[in-house]
């Protein structure tokens, strides 16, 4: 029975599997541009060269504290940034570490020289005391990730 019970995990296990790999053909477009077709030697080679094109996402702050928060406020915080590189900045997608918060990427290319703000809420309905919370962004930079933060000191009303 035991054998039996390893032969039908490692067959589920397989599927899974297979589906997980088959799922991820999807490509994500950005702008009439995938994602995949992004050319970005630096972050494919985990170098980076002052000779390349490459955009750099400079935001003005990546942590921002609300202070003291009565639970149940709702709050939003735009975080601002320019793209000090020479060539076109694609914010693929931002990430939160927590349901309480949500973020709002542009969707256009930013051109080098321009700015644009990552939009962040959050939600305090369900939390009490320190909070911190990140919003991962990811785009065509080096390091492809950039981590933002949100601080709050959240008090019973």
């Given at each position: 029975m035991?054998?039996?019970?390893?032969?039908?995990?490692?067959?589920?296990?397989?599927?899974?599997?297979?589906?997980?790999?088959?799922?991820?053909g999807?490509?994500?477009?950005l702008?009439?541009?995938?994602?995949?077709?992004?050319?970005?030697?630096?972050?494919?080679n985990?170098?980076?060269?002052?000779n390349?094109r490459?955009?750099?996402?400079?935001?003005?702050?990546?942590?921002?504290?609300f202070?003291?928060?009565?639970?149940?406020?709702k709050?939003?915080?735009?975080?601002?940034?320019?793209?000090?590189?020479?060539?076109?900045?694609?914010i693929?997608s931002?990430?939160?570490?927590c349901?309480?918060t949500?973020?709002?990427?542009?969707?256009?290319?930013i051109?080098?020289?321009?700015?644009?703000?990552?939009?962040?809420?959050?939600?305090?309905?369900?939390?009490?005391?320190?909070?911190?919370?990140?919003?991962?962004?990811?785009?065509?930079?080096?390091?492809?990730?950039?981590?933002?933060?949100?601080n709050?000191?959240?008090?019973?009303?």
């Amino acid at each position: 029975m035991m054998i039996k019970n390893c032969w039908i995990q490692s067959i589920l296990f397989f599927c899974a599997a297979l589906c997980v790999v088959s799922c991820g053909g999807s490509k994500k477009k950005l702008a009439g541009i995938t994602v995949h077709e992004i050319h970005n030697p630096a972050t494919a080679n985990r170098e980076s060269s002052k000779n390349e094109r490459m955009p750099v996402l400079t935001f003005e702050t990546t942590t921002h504290d609300f202070g003291r928060v009565v639970r149940g406020e709702k709050l939003s915080y735009s975080f601002k940034f320019t793209n000090t590189g020479n060539a076109n900045l694609i914010i693929e997608s931002t990430e939160t570490s927590c349901n309480c918060t949500a973020s709002t990427p542009p969707k256009a290319p930013i051109r080098p020289g321009e700015s644009g703000v990552i939009n962040v809420s959050f939600d305090s309905k369900t939390k009490s005391g320190l909070i911190t919370n990140a919003v991962l962004v990811s785009a065509n930079t080096y390091p492809v990730i950039t981590m933002l933060k949100i601080n709050a000191n959240v008090v019973n009303p």
